[in-house]
């Protein structure tokens, strides 16, 4: 154990209740230092912070920096724009980037500790942050940490020791360290529950699945909050890949993130249906049909899927999705059918098949993927004329034996 005294900036959070927690384990006395700056959520965090302090017996103490709240711009602010929901990535978070936050903050503690006889100060950020946040960032670290020790002639330092670790490390530590994570509050709308749909939810709950842990927050209800637009449900035979043969009930969902010039996808309407309204819809087509499947299309339905709210429990021997692979799939879905639509690398961590659309253009990219350890498929592409590449897709499956061919069973045999 260090026997110096750290200061902690301290947010309520997942990662500096950890950094809260991994201090007390490295230095001989520990404190904390949190503050208000007109986030939306503020309040929320604030209390957490107290809360937590207070069991700990940690002193904390919390400076206003209001001037933030007042003059700058950002939907993490009150006077800002509504928070963005979905991925907690640099495309959908760009909007709550609260300009030179850390530093303004870290300059702040470096005062602070000074003047109190801390040698360090410590801050809890992680890789995930460092696409979304520049003063996250490991240069901006580098570079504060330089100016904290110039500035204070080498009495105080700045430490991240986290700058280095996903989420779902910092979640796995602070649980050996013995942290009590339903006490912290991530979710930057701060209303009474975690709302579940924002980027620091979303990422909450995958530190947790990450790590192996249980997610002890309570969220608001998002059976209630989520609606899918749908294009059309039926029951059919699945005419393509590792289960053509088998019938299915077919939920075609509506909406895109591709626009492929083949696709025979109609998205100019849907209907807006409610978790409910869907499970019965699809219920009605599986009474009496035991051993059928459950297909999710579209489109791109991985758009529409929640880790937090499966569906389709129990209705089914298998939930399978035909996804182009540019979105996370949930775990729940039993069988991930991706299909590539061009020469880019997937993001989802899972494929059970690999199935091609046959564009000779993009031969090298099939070689490339044929020592993947799944299934692949070669599909003949069907223009809209009505003709297809068949004899080529043919020759490059049996010029290329890990490969099988799929062929559209249901337009062969005049069924939707």
Same mark, same amino acid.
């Given at each position: ?66 001037? =933030? ?10 006077? +800002? ?14 909007? *709550? ?55 204070? /002639? ?13 989420? +779902? ?12 994570? @339903? ?15 924002? /980027? *620091? ?13 249980? #997610? ?17 449900? !039926? ?17 075609? !969902?509506? /909406? ?7 696709? #025979?996808? #109609?998205?100019?309407?849907?209907? %807006?249906? *409610? ?19 459950? $297909? ?12 937090? %709210?499966?569906?389709?429990?129990? !209705?089914?021997?298998? =939930? ?5 692979? *540019? ?17 880019? #690398? @997937? ?9 091609? $659309?046959? %564009?000779? %253009? ?15 498929? =070669? ?6 004329? /009505? ?9 490059? $499956?049996?010029?290329?034996?890990? !490969? ?13």
């Amino acid at each position: 154990m260090n026997n110096q005294y750290a200061l902690v900036v301290f947010s309520g959070g997942m990662d500096s209740t950890t950094a809260l927690l991994w201090a007390r384990r490295e230095f001989s006395s520990v404190s904390a230092v949190s503050f208000s700056y007109g986030a939306k959520h503020n309040a929320r965090e604030l209390a957490a912070a107290d809360a937590i302090c207070r069991k700990l017996g940690v002193p904390r103490i919390e400076i206003p920096l209001d001037f =933030i709240g007042k003059y700058f711009h950002s939907s993490l602010l009150k006077t +800002g724009d509504s928070i963005p929901e979905g991925a907690y990535n640099e495309t959908n978070m760009a909007s *709550t980037v609260v300009p030179f936050r850390n530093g303004i903050m870290l300059a702040a503690a470096a005062g602070l500790a000074e003047d109190s006889g801390c040698s360090a100060v410590i801050l809890g950020n992680h890789t995930g942050d460092h696409a979304v946040y520049p003063d996250c960032r490991p240069e901006f670290i580098d570079g504060m940490a330089r100016a904290i020790e110039a500035g204070t /002639g080498g009495k105080v330092k700045l430490l991240s020791p986290f700058c280095n670790m996903t989420k +779902g490390e910092i979640a796995a530590l602070g649980a050996e360290l013995g942290a009590d994570f @339903s006490l912290t509050w991530s979710c930057y709308n701060g209303r009474e529950k975690h709302c579940g749909k924002c /980027g *620091t939810c979303r990422e909450r709950k995958d530190a947790f699945r990450e790590a192996g842990l249980p #997610d002890p927050t309570e969220y608001e209800d998002l059976c209630a909050m989520y609606r899918y637009r749908v294009n059309e449900i !039926f029951y059919s035979i699945q005419g393509e890949g590792e289960f053509a043969g088998t019938p299915a009930v077919f939920v075609r !969902f509506s /909406g895109c993130n591709l626009a492929c010039p083949w696709c #025979d996808t #109609d998205h100019s309407h849907a209907e %807006e249906m *409610t978790r409910g309204e869907l499970e019965d819809a699809v219920r009605k087509l599986l009474e009496a049909r035991d051993g059928a499947i459950i $297909v999710l299309t579209g489109g791109e339905p991985a758009l529409q899927l929640h880790e937090d %709210e499966p569906l389709f429990r129990g !209705f089914a021997e298998r =939930i399978c999705i035909e996804t182009n692979g *540019t979105h996370p799939v949930p775990d729940w879905v039993d069988w991930v059918t991706v299909s590539p639509k061009n020469a880019l #690398d @997937s993001i989802v961590p899972r494929a059970n098949e690999l199935k091609f $659309v046959f %564009e000779p %253009e993009h031969i090298p990219y099939y070689l490339s993927m044929q020592d993947a350890g799944c299934v692949k498929y =070669i599909q003949p592409l069907a223009r809209k004329d /009505g003709t297809t590449n068949l004899p080529e897709a043919l020759d490059f $499956v049996l010029a290329h034996p890990r !490969f099988k061919l799929s062929v559209q069973l249901h337009k062969i045999i005049g069924v939707r």
